[in-house]
């Protein structure tokens, strides 16, 4: 996941039904990676796009990429140059700096969706709200392979503990629940999303994000749920997941402890106006910020995405701020909705072939391509 950050609505439930977690990997080829340089004439729907507001999110996301990639004084000059072009001279400004260069692998990408939630939640627990989320434990770390791992007194490493251990007390009396939840499958799908707005019961409202993870494989909630219930894993939504879960305690634990992946959050303060963090630590614009796999693409990264989306077309310039398990090869993408439940609605129908085309600076593009094929 990015850096198991990502927020992914379809994308990770369609792996999760398929009970292959991170490895789904769409309907693109597997064939010798091509870098195929394109004329900005060559993207549909270039001229229509909004490009000031896609330079924009770009700039937003400068300051983090020169941290991340060590200030290269390229990017730091583009950067720079950025920030200074007026609304009016932002198209300009980016056929004048950047190269359209496709990477594929052969046959179609896969474009899918993520939002953020919007949940009830209580600081404290209660009678009805009684299901936690976790803060990252301290002796959760990363082993000498640089894999998650629980660091033992003796100074060696084990497998850090697993749902179904957490679930049996593991963390208890370290103080580490950060919020209560009224229902364990919704605390268990924010783990999926990696990152939610809260209304809390006392009337106000805060926002978490990714923390950490254990290390653990993730093991489809949806499919075992399926499979014990005895309803098709096609209709495993979670609201059916969760009347299932309620219906059938026992069984509905036991389910929940057979997925040993966990993740733990931290309480963010966001201004409420802008979106969540993305892998990059900076904020999340809708239908501006999708997440690429970075074996292919750096985080900060302007990128060309046309596909087709449950509200329309989608012709634009998007930022490449986010990662995620799910999102495996150079044509994989997933786009960020927004936040709420008309965005989750609609990110949960997303999926749709297309292409993805990286915005190149020029100043490393003859370098690039000249290594190409």
């Not at 009805?128 to 000498?144: F, H, Q």
């Not at 501006?288 to 292919?296: C, I, K, M, Q, T």
């Not at 046309?306 to 997933?334: F, H, N, Y």
Request: net charge negative.
């Amino acid at each position: 996941m990015r850096l198991g950050w990502a927020a992914i609505a379809l994308a990770t439930s369609l792996a999760l039904l398929s009970g292959c977690g991170g490895g789904y990997r769409g309907v693109e080829e597997g064939g010798p990676l091509r870098k195929i340089p394109l004329n900005f004439s060559d993207l549909d729907g270039w001229a229509e796009d909004d490009h000031a507001a896609a330079l924009a999110a770009f700039v937003r996301s400068c300051p983090r990429a020169l941290q991340i990639h060590g200030d290269p004084v390229a990017l730091a000059r583009l950067c720079d140059d950025a920030q200074r072009v007026s609304k009016a001279g932002a198209k300009l400004f980016i056929e004048d700096r950047f190269q359209p260069v496709m990477l594929t692998r052969g046959g179609e990408g896969l474009f899918t969706a993520y939002y953020e939630p919007e949940l009830v939640a209580s600081r404290t627990r209660t009678e009805t709200y009684a299901y936690p989320i976790y803060g990252k434990p301290d002796d959760l770390v990363r082993d000498p392979a640089g894999d998650p791992a629980r660091a033992l007194p003796d100074g060696g490493f084990a497998p850090y503990y697993s749902r179904g251990e957490i679930m049996n007390g593991a963390l208890d009396g370290r103080g580490l629940e950060l919020f209560w939840f009224d229902d364990p499958v919704e605390a268990a799908y924010l783990q999926i999303q990696g990152s939610g707005r809260l209304r809390l019961t006392d009337g106000t409202t805060t926002r978490v994000g990714f923390a950490g993870k254990n290390g653990h494989p993730w093991v489809s909630i949806a499919k075992l749920a399926a499979q014990r219930g005895g309803f098709d894993v096609n209709a495993a939504s979670q609201a059916r997941v969760s009347d299932w879960v309620r219906a059938n305690p026992v069984e509905g634990r036991e389910v929940m402890a057979g997925n040993p992946s966990f993740v733990f959050f931290r309480e963010l303060d966001l201004d409420p106006k802008l979106g969540p963090l993305g892998a990059m630590e900076a904020p999340l614009t809708p239908f501006r910020s999708v997440a690429v796999d970075l074996e292919y693409y750096k985080l900060g990264a302007l990128m060309w995405l046309e596909t087709d989306s449950p509200l329309g077309k989608l012709r634009r310039l998007m930022v490449a701020q986010d990662t995620g398990s799910a999102i495996v090869g150079p044509q994989r993408g997933d786009v960020y909705f927004g936040s709420g439940p008309e965005a989750g609605a609609a990110a949960a129908k997303m999926q749709h072939a297309g292409r993805i085309v990286l915005m190149l600076p020029v100043e490393i593009a003859e370098q690039v391509l000249a290594s190409a094929n």
